[in-house]
């Protein structure tokens, strides 16, 4: 059957962008709003605005893609719509990220998991945060608006083998667990999602919010790396962007953009790091400070029959028995998930090499994976990572702290405990010179005294969050509550780098509603007749 591609029919039809790599000469272009990102944040704002009859720009670093270029290889896909190939990786090398690259971004390849912000989280921010208006009470409405608008339902199918082992391990052992909802409507079904939605299910910011905001006459500038915020007193007059050529490598042509007000939806590393290499006021030296990464371990187990991890939704369940168990200031707690199981995805997280590594990837199709995500931000001792400028771009220094090996300590005995109570016969927690465990009895024992240290335990991430924070008090916070600058009239910001700490769950649904609130009241500003 043959699938329709709405981003090459929406060009056909006349949509605005304007592909970088082949500008040939400096450009200015002006509009009411100019949008620096197409994630979460930039693609809701985008069609927000735009749907109040406000003239927008939508700028991103990635190529424009669609489901005609998604074809379900890794060795395309990761190079192709993911930060650094996805082998970004914090300053010591210890943690692995993946994030977005491309029209859309993350939402393009996310795994469709959507969570509203934990009410633990928004309490903590309202008590500790100076965060205001942000109750579950008042998100409600913005939340079900973008449930509504992204089709995001509780998914309705049997889990694949990889989620019902998460499941049935919690109901043996009598924890929590929950169906996930998705972001997805006509799905196949097909596990493929961390690589570009090749059927057009995965309702993300490249097929649905930039579309609705192109379809009303906004400018979509792909490959194209803002490189300046222009500003001066309290007011942004330009932003200077590189032209980036099909390999996003700088051409040497500068692109200007000119706005009445000018919205930072690049992401929790790369809107902190324009805004210092810009040098705009931070006169408490927050930015790039308390980024958090819910720095992710893994646990693989053995099964009988066939797990074929690769197939099916790749999240469909979680649970949260040990998130908040010991409160938000307490001992670090952990969500339960599990990722999709890809060859390369797999081979490049999980330990050994030579032979001991071609064992492993030979039971490739009976190998389930836990993972769990560390909720980090609450505790005295998990401030996060710092992101700082270099001659090159950024680092990101995330030292992983005592409270965080304890909690990896806890969340491997958990995982372990969990996959032997769903049927497997065997447990690799993927650290360096664990063996296989055989028992839940013997892995308690190797779990509590196993050796866990950064480079040797295997720790991932595909959640950044924080480094700009909001908040009401100009001493912790760069922007107010409803993400407006403290520091200029015409400047916000809107994606995951406001929250001042992790949310204990994946984070688009929280910046696709807090945004929709903010873009809205900004919206009806920005359209508000003078008095």
């Not at 379900?72 to 993911?82: D, H, I, S, T």
């Not at 790091?273 to 006021?281: A, D, F, N, V, W």
């Not at 409270?403 to 491997?412: I, K, L, Y």
Request: proline share 5%.
């Amino acid at each position: 059957m043959a699938i329709q591609d709405p981003i090459q029919q929406g060009l056909a039809s006349g949509w605005k962008h304007i592909d970088a790599s082949q500008v040939a000469q400096a450009q200015t272009l002006e509009a009411d709003v100019v949008i620096v990102g197409s994630g979460a944040g930039g693609g809701v704002a985008a069609e927000i605005l735009s749907e109040a009859g406000l003239s927008v720009i939508i700028i991103e670093g990635g190529p424009l893609k669609s489901s005609e270029s998604f074809n379900m290889e890794e060795r395309r896909a990761y190079p192709n719509l993911y930060q650094q190939a996805a082998s970004m990786k914090t300053k010591d090398k210890a943690i692995g990220i993946f994030q977005g690259r491309a029209v859309g971004g993350s939402t393009t390849v996310n795994w469709t998991t959507s969570i509203r912000t934990p009410q633990n989280a928004l309490e903590y921010w309202a008590k500790e945060k100076s965060i205001t208006g942000l109750s579950a009470e008042s998100l409600k409405p913005w939340f079900e608006k973008m449930e509504q608008r992204l089709n995001i339902s509780e998914w309705a199918y049997e889990p694949n083998r990889n989620n019902l082992a998460l499941r049935q391990g919690c109901e043996a052992l009598g924890w929590d667990f929950t169906v996930i909802k998705r972001n997805v409507a006509g799905c196949w079904n097909s596990g493929y999602c961390g690589m570009g939605c090749p059927v057009n299910a995965k309702q993300s910011m490249l097929l649905t919010t930039i579309p609705a905001a192109l379809n009303r006459g906004a400018t979509l500038v792909s490959r194209a790396k803002v490189s300046q915020i222009e500003h001066t007193n309290d007011k942004v007059y330009g932003l200077k962007a590189q032209a980036l050529s099909e390999s996003l490598k700088p051409t040497g042509v500068e692109l200007l953009f000119k706005a009445k007000h000018y919205i930072l939806s690049a992401g929790a590393i790369h809107t902190p790091t324009l805004m210092m290499r810009s040098k705009l006021p931070d006169p408490y030296n927050i930015l790039g400070k308390r980024t958090f990464l819910h720095p992710t371990l893994l646990s693989g187990a053995m099964f009988n029959d066939p797990i074929n991890g690769h197939a099916g939704a790749p999240q469909s369940i979680y649970s949260d028995q040990f998130v908040w168990q010991d409160g938000a200031e307490g001992e670090l707690g952990y969500k339960l998930e599990v990722p999709p199981v890809h060859p390369i995805l797999i081979a490049s997280k999980t330990l050994g090499y030579g032979q001991s590594h071609a064992e492993l990837m030979a039971k490739f199709n009976q190998l389930q994976v836990t993972i769990a995500l560390v909720r980090d931000g609450y505790h005295p001792d998990s401030q996060g990572g710092q992101v700082t400028l270099t001659d090159t771009g950024f680092s990101l220094d995330y030292p992983l702290t005592d409270a965080f090996w304890h909690a990896a300590r806890r969340a491997f005995a958990s995982m372990a405990e969990l996959q032997f109570a769903a049927g497997a016969k065997q447990v690799l927690p993927i650290s360096e010179g664990m063996p296989y465990l055989s028992s839940w009895t013997e892995a308690k024992k190797a779990i509590a005294e196993m050796d866990l240290a950064p480079l040797k335990t295997v720790v991932a991430s595909a959640h950044v969050m924080g480094g700009c924070p909001m908040g009401e008090d100009t001493k912790t916070a760069m922007v107010d509550s409803e993400g407006s600058s403290h520091y200029f009239d015409n400047l916000s910001v809107m994606d995951g780098s406001l929250f001042p700490t992790s949310l204990g769950a994946n984070p688009q649904l929280s910046i696709y509603g807090i945004t929709a609130k903010n873009a809205s009241l900004l919206a009806q500003r920005l359209t508000a007749k003078p008095q």
